[in-house]
């Protein structure tokens, strides 16, 4: 098993440009999580799908993040304009869905810089 | 979702058990607890959750109180692998909502 996939690992780009985050959960999950992380406010959950479907996005800091995952198999986070202080490790996760617990598997993360 | 305190860091000597506090006093009967660490600039990991029993698995012990109002997780003999931060969360079970809040987390050092 590959496990969860992101790409790029690494992005740094200068303010006001378009990043695009992207992730390939793991085989047969149906649960999709995106998370930030920073040195001041810790892990943050962005926003989460089921089945494709977005849940719940409360934690997308604002209208220039956006979320689409348009089949089981790939989702992306789009920052348009970015700015610096949307430098962080964004991580990806995937879960079943269902019962009791499902475990999250986390990805490697993208390490985002804009300068 | 229940509030969870964690000391900031601890130490542990290589080989020896490492034994994780975490307080969880407004705990409702239905929220689990679970246990994630994350090792420096990787992605967190799973280790173990309970809800009410002591828990064992091949990664570590997880012992909740009677009260539910406070759990340890163990690692029974601590390797330099081990050194990451820890992260203690408390969860209800909800249909279709599998979302995880974690919070600072116990940076746990292990000393050769």
């Known amino acids: 098993d590959a496990g969860v996939i992101q790409s790029p690992r690494h992005e740094v780009t200068e303010m006001g440009q378009e990043v695009t985050l992207r992730c390939k959960p793991i085989?047969?999950?149906?649960?999709l999580f995106w998370y930030r992380q920073t040195m001041m406010r810790g892990l943050e959950l962005l926003i989460y799908?089921?089945?494709?479907?977005?849940?719940?996005d409360s934690g997308m800091p604002e209208d220039r993040f956006s979320a689409k995952m348009p089949n089981a198999s790939f989702s992306t986070l789009k920052i348009q304009p970015s700015e610096p202080r949307d430098s962080a490790v964004y991580f990806c996760?995937?879960?079943?869905?269902?019962?009791?617990?499902?475990?999250?598997?986390f990805g490697p993360g993208t390490r985002l810089t804009v300068t | 979702d229940a509030k969870t305190t964690q000391p900031p860091s601890m130490d542990c000597a290589e080989g020896r058990a490492a034994n994780l506090p975490c307080n969880h006093s407004?705990?409702?009967?239905?929220?689990?607890v679970y246990w994630y660490r994350q090792i420096h600039s990787q992605g967190p990991q799973y280790i173990i959750h309970g809800l009410k029993n002591n828990e064992t698995n091949e990664m570590a012990s997880l012992i909740i109180t009677e009260d539910r109002k406070s759990s340890t997780l163990i690692l029974p003999h601590a390797t330099l692998r081990d050194t990451a931060v820890y992260y203690c969360i408390v969860r209800g079970y909800q249909t279709g909502a599998n979302n995880l809040f974690f919070g600072t987390g116990t940076r746990l050092t292990v000393i050769p």
């Open positions: 085989s047969g999950h149906n649960s």
């Open positions: 996760a995937s879960s079943l869905t269902g019962g009791t617990f499902r475990e999250q598997y």
């Open positions: 799908f089921n089945n494709n479907v977005p849940i719940d």
């Open positions: 407004t705990i409702s009967g239905n929220e689990y």
